[in-house]
């Protein structure tokens, strides 16, 4: 059944993240003074509405993180020295249905919908990640999605988990005051590294991306050679304060290349020569002092930062953006917080530094959220329930 709706001022969106090793759920309340939804658009077969709502992108948004909930599975993926899929797609199940309880108080009702699940707590769409990730993790939030938007007749909006780490930007309140498009992304996560142009909700150029390893990938793997635990991003990051950045020379990969393209490969292949050739014993295996970690975990971390910030200030030349913002997991390297502050107010002093949100950086359901909001704004034609189902290759 249909149903009308009323013009509001505000909105709530459910974010389910699952692409691959965090289970995450949040509750985004957004409102501005220009909301006004005023499109019943389609009715599936269900009848259920899908509603589009107006926003006002220029105005000001009062967001507010109801609930948020992020479950890790760090801690089981650290003992296969990495993700394993069917164990995160295993993980995703138990957890999700925990998670979507908490935040949804969910019950089963005898009433509207006999023996499907209802919702204590109202919201008006659900946005769930459908790709980039790992195909079988993904479809557990897609999945659980859908028996939402049957059962509470809600619409469902595909989230692009890409898109969702850009809009984990806008939730920090003092970035979206300084939200002023074209903003420039450099997106650093465990599988993309990419510069981003933004131009509007919704449009987006990829400026570059990385022709081989992303910048996640290249800290988690040589911090495996070095024998730190999965996922060894942060891990090396920790060490990496107590240590020399130019203890030992290793390269920067395509920093003088005109392209903007970022190649880490070159870099994993001299960290694996330089333990062999240095370190190594034979018969023994590796054989490093706490000092010598310390050291290499800085001059690894310093290659990769150099990188990230020279391209990313070239990229700042070239197109002029009004804002920057750095986001995914690699964003929560302090250095590299540091470095392109440092670096853009040098070369760009006009480009506004948007601070990551704090605590957002990895994955996590509220960007999600945000995105599905994104989505609204952008005036983006949401699809069919039925109709959606995992992109693990998608790009932005
Ligand atoms: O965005 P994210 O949670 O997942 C993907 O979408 O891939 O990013 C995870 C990546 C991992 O490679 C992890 O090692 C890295 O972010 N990471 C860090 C730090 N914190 C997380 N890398 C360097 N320094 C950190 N402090
Ligand atoms: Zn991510």
Not at 47 to 56: G, P
Not at 82 to 102: C, F, I, M, Y
Not at 107 to 113: A, E, F, K, P, Q
Not at 313 to 342: C, R, T, Y
Request: with cysteine.
């Amino acid at each position: 059944m249909g149903k009308e709706l009323a013009k509001q001022k505000e909105i709530k969106i459910l974010g389910i993240e699952t692409s691959c090793d965090e289970t995450s759920v949040a509750l985004l309340t957004v409102r501005n003074g220009n909301i006004s939804k005023h499109n019943q658009i389609l009715s599936n077969k269900t009848k259920s509405v899908v509603r589009r709502a107006q926003l006002d992108p220029s105005s000001q948004f009062e967001v507010r993180l109801v609930k948020h909930y992020i479950a890790t599975q760090i801690p089981i993926h650290a003992r296969y020295g990495g993700v394993v899929p069917e164990v995160a797609a295993r993980t995703h199940v138990a957890e999700l249905v925990s998670l979507l309880d908490k935040t949804l108080s969910l019950s089963s009702s005898h009433v509207v919908r006999p023996n499907r699940p209802t919702s204590k707590v109202d919201f008006d769409a659900i946005a769930v990640t459908q790709g980039p990730g790992l195909a079988t993790a993904l479809r557990v939030g897609i999945e659980a999605g859908k028996v939402l938007a049957w059962s509470l007749d809600k619409p469902l909006i595909a989230v692009n988990h890409l898109e969702g780490h850009l809009a984990s930007a806008w939730l920090e309140p003092a970035n979206r005051k300084n939200w002023e498009f074209p903003i420039l992304f450099l997106l650093v996560s465990g599988g993309h590294t990419e510069l981003v142009l933004m131009t509007d909700f919704g449009k987006y150029k990829i400026l570059s991306r990385t022709r081989d390893d992303a910048a996640g990938e290249a800290f988690d793997k040589t911090a495996k050679m070095l024998g730190l635990e999965y996922p060894g991003g942060p891990k090396l990051s920790k060490l990496a304060e107590e240590g020399n950045p130019t203890a030992y020379d290793l390269p920067r990969p395509m920093i003088h290349d005109a392209s903007l393209d970022f190649s880490f490969s070159g870099l994993k292949t001299a960290v694996r020569v330089l333990l062999q050739e240095r370190f190594m014993i034979k018969d023994k295996g590796l054989k490093i002092k706490p000092t010598q970690l310390n050291d290499l975990c800085a001059s690894i971390q310093a290659a990769i930062v150099e990188v990230l910030v020279a391209k990313t200030v070239k990229a700042a030349l070239q197109s002029k953006p009004k804002a920057f913002a750095v986001v995914g997991g690699v964003s929560a390297n302090k250095m590299l917080q540091v470095e392109l502050k440092s670096a853009l107010r040098k070369k760009c002093p006009e480009i506004k530094f948007l601070k990551p949100a704090k605590g957002l950086h990895t994955d996590n359901g509220a960007m999600i959220a945000a995105a599905g909001l994104w989505n609204i704004i952008a005036n983006k034609k949401l699809p069919k329930w039925e109709k959606v189902d995992a992109k693990p290759e998608l790009d932005l």
